[in-house]
């Protein structure tokens, strides 16, 4: 064990410098402008920080954010996640006047997760040892109309393997945090890109056999919060820059994977290219064949795509079917008895559900009565409603009317009329003979 600690010793000490430190600084945001290396890395040396300083102008009226991506490449080195760390800090000074700010930076590994966005970004770049430097308290730091000096520190691991190493300095703001950024060669009126294989690419046709070179920022999402209605589910995002001009119609083809899409529940045949404006996402001009979506553009831009939630066509109208055996003789050599069925006769079956009643609405519709929906179902004049029932209203009943009630009821009795009806009779009988004995008494 003491001879492995001593070794390990001696080998530190006699580690001479891995590499000399090769910076870059690039301009990939379009507001931040002059990119300049004041101060390069030092010889990388394992567990030695080294510094490097850049500048940048900004001329933009509103504060802006700014995340840094510091790259590390070295050819056929495998790098390890512990390889490299870091920390940083913007000063940014307004052009005109004293003011100024002094903003520290962290640097981390992906995957990493911006807490004022919501964004995470992992870097895809293949042998390249990738950090995001970034404000975790504030996203918009760099001043209006400044010049802005940026320090970045690497700390190489004590276990750095020597090798020659590469860095850029990435200045990403506005739009987001690319994850490809390929100049893309366009001959004969052909070019492609490709993103994640063996689905996700790039073509482009361009009209005629031209040739020209295009810049292409690729981006899984972007700060730009903003989404269409319609389809509010964001595919992936491009940055066109053309260095040189084109003319017509350029067609682009994005190649997407179809699984993917449906295990997110997403439509695959919803997918569509839109403009960002500066406010807004624009339909474009684009639709999908197979496993692509196409757009026809006539100049670059920030495009999106975008689709909506995949929702199931509804259910198809249930039919019965029913078939009629017709049995034909077939004569030949021997009788022959072939069952043949006749076309299938659809059916369908159609169940029409009266509307439900509503009370109240001043219709008495079918289950409303007088008494669980007065308001509707209203009895008439001189009725009331006696269980769920319109009855006449029966009037009280008074003495007299009780003894005039009787003699009604008794001479509508047949047999107490007859019998008045005798006594009537006999009564007028009896006057008359009274009044002709009295003339003949006279006479």
Same mark, same amino acid.
């Given at each position: 064990m003491k001879? *492995?600690i001593?070794?390990?010793?001696v080998?530190l000490?006699v580690?001479?410098?891995?590499?000399?430190a090769q910076l870059?600084?690039d301009e990939?945001?379009y507001?931040?402008?002059?990119?300049q290396?004041v101060?390069?890395?030092? /010889?990388?040396?394992?567990?030695?920080p080294?510094?490097?300083k850049?500048?940048f102008?900004?001329?933009?009226?509103? #504060?802006a954010?700014l995340?840094?991506?510091?790259?590390?490449?070295? +050819?056929?080195?495998?790098?390890?996640?512990d390889d490299?760390?870091?920390y940083?800090?913007? =000063?940014?000074?307004?052009?005109i006047?004293?003011?100024?700010?002094?903003?520290?930076?962290?640097c981390?590994?992906?995957?990493?997760?911006?807490?004022q966005?919501g964004?995470?970004f992992e870097?895809?770049l293949?042998q390249?040892?990738?950090?995001?430097?970034?404000?975790? /308290?504030?996203?918009y730091?760099?001043?209006?109309?400044? *010049?802005?000096?940026l320090?970045i520190?690497l700390?190489?691991?004590?276990?750095?393997?020597p090798a020659?190493?590469?860095?850029?300095?990435?200045?990403?703001?506005d739009?987001?945090?690319?994850i490809? +950024?390929?100049?893309?060669?366009?001959?004969n009126?052909?070019g492609? *890109?490709?993103?994640n294989?063996p689905?996700?690419?790039?073509e482009?046709?361009?009209e005629?056999?031209q040739? =020209?070179?295009?810049?292409?920022?690729?981006?899984s999402?972007?700060f730009y919060?903003?989404?269409?209605?319609?389809?509010?589910?964001?595919?992936?995002?491009?940055?066109?820059?053309?260095?040189t001009p084109?003319n017509?119609?350029a067609?682009?083809?994005?190649?997407?994977?179809?699984?993917?899409?449906?295990?997110?529940? #997403?439509d695959?045949n919803?997918?569509r290219?839109?403009r960002?404006?500066?406010?807004? #996402?624009?339909?474009?001009?684009s639709g999908v064949?197979?496993?692509?979506?196409w757009?026809?553009?006539?100049?670059?831009?920030?495009?999106g795509?975008?689709?909506?939630?995949?929702?199931p066509p509804a259910?198809?109208?249930?039919?019965?079917?029913?078939?009629?055996p017709?049995?034909?003789?077939v004569?030949?050599?021997t009788?022959?008895?072939?069952n043949?069925?006749?076309? +299938?006769r659809?059916?369908?079956?159609?169940?029409?559900?009266?509307?439900?009643?509503?009370?109240g609405?001043?219709?008495c +519709?079918?289950?409303?009565?007088?008494g669980?929906?007065?308001e509707?179902?209203?009895?008439?004049?001189?009725?009331e409603c006696k269980?769920n029932v319109?009855?006449?209203?029966?009037?009280?009943?008074s003495?007299?009317?009780?003894i005039?009630?009787?003699?009604?009821?008794?001479?509508?009795?047949?047999?107490?009329?007859?019998l008045?009806a005798?006594?009537?009779?006999?009564?007028?009988?009896?006057?008359y003979?009274i009044k002709?004995?009295?003339?003949?008494k006279?006479?």
């Amino acid at each position: 064990m003491k001879k *492995l600690i001593l070794f390990a010793l001696v080998s530190l000490l006699v580690i001479p410098a891995l590499a000399k430190a090769q910076l870059a600084c690039d301009e990939t945001s379009y507001p931040f402008r002059l990119c300049q290396v004041v101060q390069n890395f030092t /010889d990388v040396t394992a567990g030695n920080p080294s510094t490097a300083k850049v500048s940048f102008k900004y001329i933009g009226n509103e #504060w802006a954010p700014l995340v840094v991506r510091v790259n590390v490449s070295s +050819e056929g080195y495998t790098f390890s996640e512990d390889d490299f760390s870091g920390y940083g800090s913007l =000063l940014t000074k307004a052009l005109i006047g004293p003011v100024e700010h002094l903003i520290n930076l962290t640097c981390e590994k992906p995957p990493i997760t911006f807490a004022q966005t919501g964004d995470t970004f992992e870097s895809s770049l293949p042998q390249i040892f990738t950090l995001y430097c970034y404000s975790p /308290d504030y996203f918009y730091i760099v001043m209006p109309d400044s *010049l802005n000096n940026l320090s970045i520190t690497l700390l190489p691991n004590i276990a750095l393997i020597p090798a020659q190493f590469n860095f850029t300095i990435e200045l990403m703001t506005d739009i987001g945090v690319p994850i490809l +950024e390929p100049n893309i060669t366009i001959e004969n009126g052909f070019g492609n *890109l490709s993103i994640n294989p063996p689905y996700e690419k790039l073509e482009f046709y361009f009209e005629g056999s031209q040739n =020209l070179s295009v810049k292409t920022l690729v981006y899984s999402s972007i700060f730009y919060k903003k989404v269409p209605s319609d389809r509010p589910y964001s595919l992936i995002f491009f940055d066109f820059r053309n260095s040189t001009p084109f003319n017509g119609t350029a067609q682009i083809r994005y190649y997407f994977d179809p699984e993917l899409i449906e295990s997110k529940g #997403w439509d695959k045949n919803n997918i569509r290219f839109y403009r960002f404006d500066g406010a807004n #996402w624009i339909l474009m001009n684009s639709g999908v064949i197979d496993n692509y979506v196409w757009v026809n553009l006539t100049r670059f831009s920030l495009y999106g795509v975008f689709t909506s939630f995949y929702y199931p066509p509804a259910p198809a109208p249930i039919y019965t079917t029913y078939s009629y055996p017709t049995y034909v003789t077939v004569q030949n050599i021997t009788n022959v008895t072939q069952n043949i069925t006749q076309p +299938e006769r659809i059916i369908e079956k159609t169940v029409v559900k009266p509307p439900e009643a509503v009370c109240g609405n001043g219709y008495c +519709e079918s289950g409303e009565t007088c008494g669980n929906c007065p308001e509707d179902c209203v009895c008439p004049a001189g009725t009331e409603c006696k269980q769920n029932v319109c009855v006449a209203i029966t009037p009280p009943v008074s003495p007299i009317g009780a003894i005039t009630g009787a003699i009604v009821a008794g001479l509508t009795n047949p047999v107490v009329a007859g019998l008045l009806a005798l006594v009537v009779i006999a009564i007028i009988l009896t006057i008359y003979r009274i009044k002709f004995l009295t003339i003949k008494k006279k006479i």
